[in-house]
């Protein structure tokens, strides 16, 4: 287990991340976005403080499907987290000498995408939220009582 463990630390520091933040599909089963997200391990720790600032929010069931709104007004929230991570980001790299593996360009577009993933998974939220409302509506129907009884019941 150490070994692993070990062979996963030294295999992270021998390589570098090849830069890229992009949506490459969708799962066919629920339809929410796939992405790669690969960056320098380098900059692992701004892309944390990044992504800590997005997701520490108090979230409100309204009992409306708005959880991707809630999740789009994080990010001008967090413009400075960003804006100090980003600039951290690109810092590190230019003194590491690590700026032909991920360009600024790559930096940039890296917190981008961060931000994109953040909004999508409230969109996924939403879509859960919508798809069980649907469900229950329609078991309902399904189990409506009439003056005769119970339409659609099973027993």
């Known amino acids: 287990m150490i070994s692993t463990a070990i062979a996963l630390a030294m295999g992270l520091q021998g390589t570098a991340a090849a830069p890229a933040a992009e949506e490459i599909g969708r799962d066919l089963e629920t339809g929410q976005k796939q992405w790669i997200f690969e960056y320098d391990i ?39 987290v960003k804006a100090k991570a980003v600039a951290a980001s690109k810092d590190v790299l230019e003194r590491r000498g690590l700026t032909e593996i991920m360009s600024f360009e790559d930096v940039d577009r ?14 996924h939220i939403d879509t859960q939220f919508a798809d069980r409302v649907r469900a229950y509506a329609a078991a309902g129907a399904a189990n409506e009582i009439t003056e005769s009884g119970i339409v659609g019941a099973s027993n």
């Open 42 to 80: 380098a900059i692992l720790p701004y892309i944390e403080d990044y992504k800590r600032c997005l997701n520490y929010a108090n979230r409100i069931a309204r009992g409306a499907p708005d959880f991707e709104a809630q999740h789009r007004e994080d990010l001008p929230r967090c413009a400075d």
């Open 110 to 123: 890296t917190f981008e995408v961060a931000g994109l993933i953040h909004i999508e998974r409230g969109r």
